[in-house]
């Protein structure tokens, strides 16, 4: 009954205060992602462009689903895709 009293009085503090709580978490996030690709930067960085950088940096944080991967079934595939030699006139 007090609860709902003071949630009344004041509707917007409870999605305050879940968003105050949420923010720390992501925060976490982003520094562990920045981590991760500095160490990547770090250790490649003479010998990798951007795309590959950022390919490594994103296989790096997403570990676990990287780990997930059926690499079997890639390789299956990859003799029947089309392929992406172009003639440069």
């Not at 509707?11 to 305050?16: E, G, W």
């Not at 982003?30 to 991760?36: D, G, L, N, Q, T």
């Not at 490649?44 to 079934?73: G, H, P, Q, W």
């Amino acid at each position: 009954m007090y609860y709902k009293g003071l949630q009344e009085v004041y509707p917007y503090i409870n999605i305050v205060l879940r968003i105050f709580l949420y923010i720390p978490v992501t925060n976490c996030s982003a520094e562990r992602s920045f981590s991760v690709l500095r160490r990547v930067k770090n250790y490649l960085r003479s010998t990798m462009c951007d795309e590959r950088l950022n390919c490594s940096a994103v296989l790096t944080i997403e570990s676990e689903i990287a780990k997930r991967i059926n690499y079997d079934d890639i390789i299956d595939s990859f003799p029947d895709a089309q392929s992406r030699r172009k003639v440069i006139k």
